[in-house]
Every structure is written in C-alpha cells, then in structure tokens.
C-alpha cells in the first residue's frame, strides 16, 4: 500500500491551498483517514480526521478554517486550507487506517508529507 500526498506549496498569509492523498495497492477497506502536520522543532499533531461514514474531527487551531473530505471510491483525502497564517507552516502528512482482506487486521499507513509554507 502507498500513499500519494500532493498539493503543497508556497502562500501568502490568507491564502488556501488544497491537499490531496490517495492510497494505492491492495486494500479491502479504510475506516479512518487523517491528516497530521509537523512544524519545524516540534512534534507531530494531528490536524483533521474523516471516518469512512463521513464523521470528521478538527484541531481547535484549525477548526473553521480547514475542511477534511474523502472520497471512498478513489481512496483519497483531502484537506482544504482556508485563511492560512504562518502557525500553519508544517511538513503535512496523511494517514489511513485501513484493512487489507477481509477479515484481516487494521494498520495505519503514512504518505511521504508534503510541506506547506505559509509567507506573511
């Protein structure tokens, strides 16, 4: 299984960008699917999650200003960045939860991040 992380780059302060992430290889199903961030010089956080159902969690710092979707028959997420600031300058990264054959164990899989730089 691999995933794709694509859509980052250099913005100004109030500037969107879009993310995407799709999953590839053998897979049965993906429950949850997740976008994480790591700054410079500090730890990995989560940023937003989707369940297969469409059930979505944001981090306070994000909260109205991104929007995480997926779309199930492609296998890929996204993550729509709204009103950036510098605070959101990160390497991004996505993750999914998925099942590779019936009946078979869940594993978080990581795509290879893709930075997102964030100008004032």
């Known amino acids: 299984v691999q995933l794709q992380a694509s859509g980052g780059g250099l913005v100004q302060a109030g500037e969107s960008l879009r993310l995407s992430c799709a999953a590839s290889?053998?897979?049965?199903?993906?429950?949850?699917m997740a976008w994480y961030r790591q700054a410079p010089g500090k730890q990995r956080e989560l940023v937003a999650t989707?369940?297969?159902?469409?059930?979505?969690y944001y981090a306070d710092s994000v909260k109205g200003r991104f929007t995480i979707s997926r779309d199930n028959a492609k296998n890929t997420v996204y993550l729509q960045m709204n009103s950036l600031n510098s605070e959101d300058t990160a390497v991004y990264y996505c993750?999914?939860?998925?099942?590779?054959?019936?009946?078979?164990?869940?594993?978080?899989?990581w795509g290879q991040g893709t930075l997102v730089t964030v100008s004032s």
């Open positions: 989707v369940t297969s159902g469409g059930s979505t």
């Open positions: 993750n999914s939860h998925l099942q590779r054959m019936r009946g078979g164990f869940e594993y978080d899989y």
């Open positions: 290889g053998i897979i049965f199903s993906i429950s949850g």
